[in-house]
């Protein structure tokens, strides 16, 4: 044992850790230092401003406005990611006999949105949600008109409407990961479960989810990370609109740079950055535990 | 003697330096919004270009369309990190503004086509010096675009007054005729209304008072016209002349509404009209002032900023390469190639030029309001921040969050918080 | 195994019927695109699922035409390879040192690699350190931007996966007198095979659809990537949706047709899951 952990050597390390660390730490080290300045387009001179920017950020209700959003969008899709993308991957991978063509079919139609452009979502989504869109009509015809509503204009749902979005989009995506998981499952642990008369709702829990366990955190720290830095979808569907009703931190960080403020942009990437850490790096630690255990 | 010697020895070598400069290959790069990639756009034709390199064989332009959303981004980054493109297309109020023009880009007051020009003044920037370059002198404009036909069907004039303009409303409304088109989805396209209006406020009615509101010394909400031309507009919404939907729709859906008939009007510009005209040739569409006064002389096209200007970075690595461009596209011969080809016809802003065949729409705007002087510059250009938290305001105005009060109100706040990122005095 | 050529119980049915029905939803969204690809430039505008009254195919070729989509799709390929062979490379050997050690070096390292995951990408500095280096604006520079930040999340998945690979293989393979580097490459690495399947689909799409960093980073169209012609197509004043859609349509591909041909590997990925604990 000793013998072959001192072949290990960090050497190997070094070049991933060279490019990372020139290329990403450094900047953001420098953008960190940056969000504490006053640096703005066309200004003479930056000064430090300590941390002003930060108590700006927390005392503007349109920016704090814009971090509820980001939870509010961040919780709806990794939930709904996951619950979908896992489904789908059981559900792909269900025997249907000899119809294996069936399971291909499915599995490419599923991941087919994640590899589209979000310039299209934002155009075609934009019709299928309008009030006379697509979507309306549908729940028209099948008599459920009560649900008809302004998807992107009520500002009361229209976040919910982008997250939709966004898991339609990105279901099929973690669909992949989990059935590269579920399929690195040896056939003969649910052989043997079966034998022992497990139920396919009890092999489902007692072989495939422990199994799963590291697709799992993978897929819940990326949609996770996906959520809180989630740009794209906001950007092509309302661009924060109506009104500001829909921003969140990335498309805030985007007006902000627009503006030509550039010490406020940095520092609200800065809060991006200390919210995604505070969350995801416990999570992530309490999840290896659990992994080893498995 | 020594010094002319030096002097002369050195404007040889200067000289020979550039000629040696420009004999190498070279890549000119021209970066602009998507934007400006439009059919009209004289700096993106690609027959120019191909005259400009077969002119120039070491030379090799090329485009740069980078989209509308992330330009001032991109471009503000390029200057920063010294890395800009070596012509920029930007409008020129927003290149002073947003660029610092006046600090970042290089001063053509002395290019021999500066003596060229018919209207050198509207190239000026505030120091008097000239740094954008343009061919044109603009024959467009924004009003109320309309389909012709609707109105003849039910004999109604293009209104001159804000009474007349409801009057149209009501009858086609109640001729099921949706009076006008709102693609309010994108904010920029409700503002025309505002910044129409208040540019000939500032013309007519208050002198001054964006240097005040610049300087800090007047709130917008403090000023009644301001207000009284938002809740005109709001009042539009409550009697229903806008589609229901029209927070949802957006001006990619424009041409399809126009196109069914059961639109007759649209805030917007003549660039629609040219566009609808290739898209569907069977509606006919025209454009008349916004009518939001009830005194008809107030009513009067609004054009925008001078646009799509070409600006050279004083970081640019080919200076001399992009005045060997401006110079190359100004000389008459190549202005003839632009002036014949339909699509790009404009006023060019060059002596010993004949004027043109202009498109229908701005032949109309050229003769009928700018010969006239019936136009008004809009109040956009004479602000000196971005006015993108106005524009989302509006919205909230539309979909009856904000009053037009709260919405100046609101504005008030955010210009001065942006006034004072770019440490302007008196905030 | 039973099943096999019998007909489906009901269950199966229903849950075919359902993945079906999510396909249709899944399905109708697409079509507009595709359909709309199809269509004039007024046509287009109504933005529905209706057939083209005239089926233009010839709207494919105009963009590839003026998207210059040739050289486009030969910078993409390119930039897209290199910067996935680098980060497969530097992220498995790194990750295989840091899951095998278990110390708080390792453990440290970890952590910081997984901090790329999370931080926004800080522009302007990076642009200033290519700079420095006289790389800016070359193939050089996009490439290891991409394979940086890919690095953190592929370490993060590799770090995972190789831990259920049991340390008692090294060993053997070390007794029988294989050096670290055959070990790692002639014996690991093909065990790696659904993750490197895996990080290359997700690494190689996120690179492919990047519409962001070559305005920053490539100040030369000639090197630009296929997603950034699009903008040739739409503006703010003027669009021709029916471009817009050819152009993003024939972007796609080259990724459905990875990802169909990575499917396949992800199955015969089985025999390796086997070996597990």
């Known amino acids: 044992m000793k013998e072959t952990t001192r072949l290990y050597s960090y050497y190997w390390v070094l070049p991933a850790l060279a490019i990372y660390v020139l290329l990403f730490i450094l900047p953001m080290v420098i953008g960190l230092y940056s969000s504490m300045t006053d640096w703005t387009m066309g200004i003479d001179s930056i000064h430090f401003v300590g941390l002003d920017n930060f108590r700006f950020i927390f005392n503007d209700a349109e920016l704090l406005g814009s ?70 009509g549908f729940l028209n015809a099948v008599g459920l008109s009560f649900l008809a509503k302004d998807w992107l204009i009520d500002t009361k749902i229209v976040m919910f409407t982008i997250a939709a979005v966004s898991i339609w989009q990105w279901s099929g995506y973690h669909m992949a990961i989990y059935l590269a998981g579920i399929q690195g ?23 495939t989810v422990p199994l799963l366990m590291p697709s799992i955190n993978i897929n819940v720290i990326l949609s996770l990370i996906g959520g809180l830095k989630g740009f794209s979808e906001v950007y092509a569907l309302t661009n924060g609109g109506p009104g500001h009703s829909s921003q969140v931190l990335t498309t805030e960080v985007l007006a902000k740079f627009g503006e030509g403020r550039w010490g406020l942009g940095t520092a609200l990437n800065t809060v991006l950055l200390i919210l995604v850490a505070v969350i995801c790096i416990p999570l992530l630690r309490e999840m290896r535990r659990q992994e080893v255990e498995a | 003697m020594k010094g002319i010697a030096c002097a002369a020895i050195l404007a040889v070598g200067l000289a020979s330096s550039i000629a040696a400069q420009s004999a190498k290959n070279v890549t000119l790069t021209i970066e602009g919004s998507q934007e400006f990639k439009v059919p009209s756009n004289p700096f993106f034709n690609q027959a120019n270009i191909d005259a400009f390199q077969a002119k120039y064989p070491n030379i090799k332009v090329d485009v740069l369309v980078i989209p509308d959303a992330q330009t001032t981004q991109t471009l503000q980054t390029k200057l920063a990190t010294g890395e800009p493109s070596d012509l920029i297309i930007y409008n020129k109020v927003s290149a002073e503004n947003e660029l610092t023009a006046m600090k970042n880009m290089v001063d053509l007051s002395g290019e021999a086509w500066v003596s060229h020009l018919k209207q050198p003044e509207i190239l000026k920037s505030p120091d008097g010096k000239i740094y954008g370059f343009l061919l044109s002198i603009s024959t467009g404009g924004m009003g109320v675009v309309y389909n012709k036909d609707i109105f003849a069907k039910y ?134 002032p916004i009518p ?136 | 195994m039973r099943l096999r050529g019998r007909p489906l119980p009901l269950g199966k049915i229903a849950l075919f019927l359902i993945l079906l029905a999510s396909c249709v939803v899944i399905v109708v969204p697409l079509a507009m695109m595709v359909l709309g690809s199809f269509k004039n430039s007024l046509e287009v505008t109504r933005f529905d699922i209706s057939l083209p009254k005239k089926w233009l195919a010839g709207n494919y070729l105009t963009v590839i035409k003026e998207g210059k989509l040739v050289r486009a799709f030969l910078n993409s390929f390119c930039i897209t390879i290199v910067s996935l062979v ?54 050089t520079s996009i490439i290891l931007i991409y394979a940086t930040l890919n690095i953190s999340f592929s370490c993060f998945l590799y770090v995972g996966f190789i831990k259920t690979i049991p340390r008692a293989l090294d060993e053997a393979a070390i007794m029988e007198g294989a050096s670290i580097f055959k070990l790692f490459f002639k014996i690991l690495f093909p065990l790696l095979k659904p993750v490197n399947i895996t990080i290359g689909i997700l690494v190689f799409m996120g690179i492919w659809n990047d519409i962001n960093l070559p305005l920053y980073f490539l100040p030369d169209s000639s090197k630009w990537t296929m997603p950034l012609s699009v903008y040739r197509f739409f503006g703010r004043y003027y669009s021709d949706w029916n471009l817009v859609f050819a152009d993003l349509a024939l972007t796609a591909v080259p990724v459905v047709i990875l990802y169909l041909f990575a499917q396949k590997y992800i199955v015969s990925g089985l025999t390796a899951g086997a070996m597990k604990q």
């Open chain 3, 86 to 139: 680098i980060t497969i490379f530097v992220s498995s050997i790194a990750s295989f040192v840091i899951a095998r050690k278990n110390t708080r070096l390792s453990n440290f390292l970890y952590y910081f690699f997984f901090i790329g995951t999370l931080a926004p990408m800080q522009i302007i500095p990076t642009i200033n350190i290519f700079q420095i280096l006289h790389l800016y604006g070359s193939y």
């Open chain 1, 67 to 136: 971090i509820g959003n980001t939870f509010i969008y961040t919780i709806v899709v990794v939930v709904f990611k996951n619950l979908i993308g896992f489904f789908l991957a059981v559900a792909v991978n269900v025997d249907m006999g000899k119809r294996v063509r069936v399971n291909n079919f499915f599995r490419t139609v599923f991941y087919l949105p994640a590899v589209v452009s979000t310039i299209v979502i934002g155009i075609v989504f934009t019709r299928i949600l309008h009030p006379d869109g697509l979507l309306n």
């Open chain 2, 155 to 288: 004999k109604l004039e293009a209104p001159k007054t804000y009474a007349e303009f409801l009057k149209v409303c009501d009858t086609l409304k109640a001729n099921k005729i949706t009076p006008l088109y709102g693609p309010f989805k994108d904010v920029w396209t409700f503002q025309i209304w505002p910044t129409s209006i208040w540019g000939t406020v500032a013309a007519k009615q208050k002198a001054g008072i964006f240097d005040d509101i610049n300087a800090g010394k007047v709130k917008w909400s403090a000023v009644p016209q301001f207000q009284d031309t938002l809740a005109r507009a709001n009042d539009l919404f409550k009697k229903g002349y806008f589609q229901k939907s029209c927070l949802s729709d957006d001006y990619n859906g424009a041409p399809a509404a126009f196109s069914s008939g059961k639109y007759a009007m649209m805030l917007m510009g003549d660039w629609f009209v040219r566009d609808l005209a290739t898209k569907d040739p069977s509606i006919n569409l025209d454009i008349f």
């Open chain 1, 185 to 207: 499952i040896p056939k003969d642990y649910y052989e043997a479960a079966m034998i022992d008369g497990a139920s396919s709702f009890q092999r489902l829990r007692n072989v």
């Open chain 2, 292 to 427: 939001a006064f009830d005194d008809p002389a107030l009513n009067v096209i609004s054009q925008g900023q001078v646009g799509g200007c070409l600006f050279i970075p004083k970081k640019a690595k080919n200076i001399a390469e992009a005045k060997l461009f401006l110079d190359f596209i100004s000389q008459p011969e190549q202005i003839a190639r632009d002036l014949a080809n339909p699509a790009m016809a404009y006023l060019p802003n060059f002596k010993d030029t004949a004027v043109p065949k202009l498109q229908p729409v701005n032949d109309f705007i050229y003769n009928a309001y700018v010969k006239t002087g019936k136009i008004t510059t809009e109040a956009n250009a004479f602000v000196k921040v971005d006015m993108n938290d106005l524009w989302k305001y509006y919205q909230d105005m539309i979909g009856g969050v904000k009053t037009p009060k709260d919405v100046l109100v609101a504005w008030d706040k955010k210009f001065a918080e942006l006034m004072k990122a770019k440490a302007m005095p008196g905030f």
